[in-house]
């Protein structure tokens, strides 16, 4: 979710879900040592509970990105082996490192050694035409040992070369049963499931088996899939109203709203509204006020605004 999970992206969601868990776009280790870290690393405190996810593979850098993100306040680090683009590969972390177990492990350990809050790695099932559960399971064991607890695993291979990042997430088949069996093999680890789940239902069934569900670009497209009960779209709008009248560029703040009314009868209005440029680019958060009214009104323009009836929010496990 590199360029998408900002800070502006974290904070709409937060409205939406007050229990979700919340990852950070992947940030390189080289970009924290000689970036900007407050800009990398802020974030707002209404954002709890939310991870830092890194990629990197020297230990010693992994460990001192790790310090500064529990300094900055995050409630986990998370070490990112599921990225497969070749710009990762190249800086030879990633997917990658899933044939390197040992220097995982390493990576783990030296980062745990150097912080008091958990330390937690997103991988695949496999690389390449591997297709052996017994791959999959050597790194979980491997990496466990080191002392991660939390495995977050996309069940798709990577295939490093010849697909795009894009086709990693679709071509590789699903193999749901080799999370599963992950968890049958290792109870005593926190095991989360990642990849093709786009539906409440889809959640339920999974969550008989393991720990927990990360969502992707399901939930960046449709994040009513995550709403409490009880929650109402207009909620979300007016909150991220006041967030925007912060001096928050209102561009950095509708782009990640668009998918809020998905599956709403007046959602094409919405995105409409949202992304014409000419009242976006004046940079007033009113934008928000005024397509919030018109996708819920009822039509009549007269008198106090009558708002549409929200869809009934669906429930979260």
Not at 194 to 214: A, F, P, Q, R
Not at 241 to 260: D, E, F, I, N, Q
Request: with cysteine; proline share 6%; hydrophobic share 40%.
């Amino acid at each position: 979710m590199m360029d998408w999970t900002d800070r502006h992206c974290r904070f709409f969601l937060r409205q939406v879900s007050a229990g979700a868990r919340l990852y950070t776009e992947m940030i390189t280790t080289g970009a924290l040592i000689h970036g900007d870290v407050p800009r990398h690393l802020g974030f707002s405190e209404e954002e709890h509970p939310v991870a830092l996810q890194l990629g990197g593979s020297e230990p010693e850098d992994l460990a001192h990105c790790a310090r500064l993100g529990e300094q900055y306040g995050y409630d986990e680090i998370n070490l990112n082996i599921g990225c497969p683009s070749e710009r990762v590969q190249r800086g030879a972390f990633g997917a990658c490192l899933m044939a390197e177990p040992r220097l995982v492990a390493l990576c783990v350990s030296a980062m745990r050694d150097r912080i008091g809050i958990p330390v937690t790695v997103k991988h695949r099932i496999g690389l390449d035409r591997m297709e052996d559960y017994g791959f999959v399971r050597e790194f979980v064991g491997a990496v466990s040992e080191a002392g991660c607890r939390t495995f977050i695993v996309h069940a798709r291979n990577a295939v490093l070369k010849g697909l795009s990042p894009k086709e990693n997430r679709e071509v590789p088949p699903l193999r749901y049963e080799y999370v599963y069996r992950l968890k049958r093999d290792f109870p005593a680890l926190e095991i989360v499931i990642n990849g093709g789940i786009t539906s409440l239902e889809e959640m339920n069934l999974h969550l008989k088996t393991v720990d927990g569900v990360m969502l992707g670009r399901a939930a960046y497209h449709n994040p009513w899939l995550l709403a409490d009960p009880g929650k109402i779209r207009a909620e979300v709008v007016r909150a991220m109203h006041r967030y925007a009248k912060g001096k928050v560029p209102l561009r950095s703040v509708t782009r990640h709203m668009l998918g809020l009314y998905h599956g709403h009868r007046r959602a094409r209005l919405w995105r409409r509204m949202l992304s014409d440029p000419v009242p976006r680019d004046r940079n007033d958060p009113d934008l928000l006020l005024d397509a919030l009214e018109a996708v819920e009104s009822d039509g009549s323009r007269s008198g106090a605004k009558t708002p549409f009836p929200a869809l009934a929010p669906r429930p979260v496990s």
